[in-house]
């Protein structure tokens, strides 16, 4: 039994290594067995660099027809597990066909990386596998399978401040029986932002019980008949309790720190899009509610200490 249990053991231990690894930042990722590992963070344009370390197991060699090291940047939709799009796929050869006795060390590089999009997870996408850019290391064999080895990376990319960013201004009504008018300081938020506005009620003719204002994301996926759409209410805030009087005015004023947002994706690699939106909920006496929904942008600003 010992015996058939060492023969599915791998011939050999990858290790990968990031050259900046010590000072560079960490961030949480959650891995699909929900565990959260802390990985490096890296943006757009930048050169990812280290080693890989593979140490035979002891008293075994090892075979290969070559190593290789690959940036992968996938798209897997849940829907869809097992298929992976890339829209990122670099590669480095590390080693020529041999064998392996004792542990070796490859440094590799990739310079100057276009990482265009964002890692993702969502409800029924996740921008790679575990939302992830990989570095897969690959060891070829033969007559036996592949040995391969992962080491996941975290991508955000940053964008300055707008510069036009109209306010959002809009009415909502039902005829000869409610009137309000409502807005927001801006159309565009970075993910630290305050969302700052007022809501005016013009005519008021139906007793109203409160009133809230949601954050909802809707990320659609697919095309066509095959698009599915999933929307999720990140926040709930109270604006109101009581019944207004015609001529009120509420002042809005919500903080986005505290809740898990990302920034607006637009139809990315033609897969999938994330957008949000401020919806304005109103409850009648009667438990009736009314809506009225606006899309904003969120961006990602860098952060400076």
Known sequence: MNFLVGAFKPPCNIAVSFVDGRTRK???????????????????????????????????????TGVKIELLGQIEMYFDRGNFYDFTSLVRELDVPGELYETKTYPFEFSTVEMPYESYNGINVRLSLYGRYVLKVTIGRNY??????????????YTPLP?????????????DCLHIE????????????????????????????????????????GSGPNTYVETETLA?????????????SIPIRLFLSPYELTPTYRNINNKFSVKYYLNLVLVDDEDRRYFKQQEFTVYRLLETS
């Open 163 to 175: 510069s036009i960013n109209n306010s959002i201004k809009m009415e909502v009504g039902i005829e």
């Open 144 to 157: 036996l399978s592949n040995i391969a080895e992962y080491q996941d990376f975290v991508v955000h990319n």
């Open 26 to 64: 960490q961030v949480p990722l959650k891995k699909e067995n929900g565990q959260v590992v802390k990985v490096p963070l890296f943006q757009s344009q930048e050169n990812i660099a280290g080693e890989v370390i593979i140490e035979p197991t002891q008293g075994k060699k090892v075979e290969h």
């Open 182 to 221: 409502f807005e927001y300081s801006k159309s565009k938020y970075h993910l630290k932002d305050v969302i700052v506005g007022k809501i005016y009620f013009l005519l008021v003719r139906i007793k109203m019980k409160n009133m809230e204002l949601e954050i909802r994301r809707r990320e659609s996926t």
């Open 236 to 248: 709930k805030f109270e604006l109101m309790d009581g019944a207004p009087v015609r001529g009120e």
